[in-house]
């Protein structure tokens, strides 16, 4: 498989010590190069008459690559490497995230009001019209990440304390973002009832429920049964957040190729929690063929040994009970899209797609196909990577669907708003800018989420 291009999430920092002439300077970064790092910084540490001490900072591909390049560094002569450091283990060291008051409490009075006994009148407003706690509490601008830790990333099962890095991320994101406080709460069950009970009891808290990296089909009647039961907006993330943005990027994509939904035919490998959610919102979108694919090939009306998930899907799906293994239904596919793991499609299998093909290869971090092969041979190419062009990331729809929804105290988040997200994010990209390496915004672009929102809370006063 082509080596994924070097990133920052396996960068590392070198700290050097080396004589003083800057040809020993020069010498590291040629080391680097040649076992094909890419430099990133270059800090001076400490200059002493003898020698000098440099903090060097590279990308690499992969962990063992970023012990190549350490060794590298290493066969230099007169140049001795004093430590090595991770630079993603050290910005998560002690966690990413932390509570800060608002106000400070400095004296009598400030902690008079802040607690007891000032706060007791605040509590018994509350206690008459509990409308207020809105206005009083945490709650209009909260969100609770929640997950078991079942379907990390491309991990899978790890745990829930395995799974604390990615909910304090998520919580990161919610607030440089949306200017949302939310909080990361990974739950040791992976029991439906318990987790929907201890949601449930949780819920007075917050003002939204983010269900995070829970496996399927469980988190299809967690999500479900939670909407139902609570009246603050409750969105599985891995399902719909995926959803809107692959909805976005597509709309854009058809828009270079001048294709039509009804007329594609898209093709899916992977239809767990994202698969469903990506084809429900396609299909709402106007797509009429659409064919899914798990390990045993494509999913079709009668075939043997599906779950009820999957035999629902079939209902919805490849209208011509087309059979067969992804290399055999993707052919003259208009669009493939993956959400399963590396290695699932290859070059061949692209070329054997419709003339100008869309391929959003998803699987993190290693997609399904590497973009370094599939681009010369498609029109648009995605990925869920932020080291390549046209990253569909689910920062760009969640941090905003919860503002608008959490702005108008919305009970639920329905698929009108979700649509209107998707819709949203793709507007911004204007006809001039748009082209095969721009069908969708960056995340740090700042007018997405003030877009989203409003999408949102325009799309949440009309009935479903």
Request: proline share 6%; glycine share 6%; hydrophobic share 45%.
């Amino acid at each position: 498989m082509t080596q994924l291009t070097p990133n920052s999430s396996n960068s590392i920092t070198v700290r050097l010590k080396m004589p003083h002439p800057s040809s020993y300077l020069a010498n590291v970064i040629d080391a680097i190069g040649t076992a094909e790092g890419v430099l990133s910084a270059a800090t001076l540490v400490t200059k002493n008459k003898g020698y000098v001490e440099w903090d060097i900072t590279a990308d690499a591909a992969s962990a063992d690559h970023a012990q190549a390049i350490v060794a590298a560094i290493q066969n230099l002569s007169e140049t001795e490497v004093l430590s090595v450091l991770d630079c993603t283990f050290e910005l998560h060291r002690q966690g990413k995230i932390s509570v800060e008051s608002k106000h400070p409490i400095e004296n009598k009075d400030q902690l008079s009001m802040a607690y007891t006994p000032g706060v007791g009148r605040v509590c018994s407003a509350i206690a008459e019209d509990p409308a207020k706690v809105f206005e009083y509490t945490i709650k209009s601008h909260t969100v609770a990440v929640i997950s078991d830790g079942s379907a990390v990333l491309g991990l899978g099962d790890i745990g829930p304390k395995a799974a604390i890095p990615v909910m304090e991320g998520k919580a990161m994101i919610f607030k440089a973002f949306a200017g949302l406080d939310a909080f990361p709460i990974c739950l040791d069950t992976k029991d439906v009832e318990e987790i929907i009970k201890t949601v449930q009891y949780l819920a007075p808290v917050f003002g939204g429920i983010n269900l995070e990296d829970i496996s399927a089909p469980r988190c299809f009647e967690i999500e479900d049964r939670l909407k139902e039961l609570l009246d603050i907006p409750v969105m599985h993330d891995d399902q719909h957040g995926t959803a809107v943005v692959t909805l976005a990027a597509l709309l854009n994509a058809l828009k270079i190729v001048k294709k039509k939904p009804e007329d594609l035919k898209v093709v899916f490998t992977g239809v767990g929690a994202a698969g469903v959610a990506c084809t429900k919102i396609l299909l709402q979108a106007g797509v009429k063929n659409i064919i899914g694919c798990d390990r045993s090939g494509a999913i079709y009306r009668g075939r043997k040994g599906l779950n009820d998930t999957k035999i629902a899907y079939a209902e919805l799906t490849n209208p011509h009970d087309e059979q067969g293994t992804i290399q055999e239904v993707i052919k003259g596919a208009d669009v493939f899209v993956g959400l399963s793991g590396p290695g699932t499609v290859s070059l061949e299998d692209i070329k054997n797609m419709a003339t100008q093909p869309i391929v959003f290869a998803m699987a993190n971090p290693v997609p399904e196909i590497p973009p370094e092969l599939a681009g010369p041979h498609v029109a648009v190419m995605a990925t869920g990577r932020s080291d390549y062009p046209n990253q569909i990331n689910n920062a760009l729809a969640y941090p905003g669907i919860f503002k608008g929804a959490l702005n108008c105290k919305a009970q639920k988040i329905t698929e009108k708003m979700k649509m209107a997200a998707a819709q949203a994010i793709a507007d911004l990209i204007s006809p001039e800018e748009l082209n095969p390496d721009y069908i969708i915004p960056s995340v740090f672009d700042p007018r997405v989420v003030p877009a989203v929102a409003a999408a949102v809370e325009q799309a949440a006063t009309q009935p479903e």
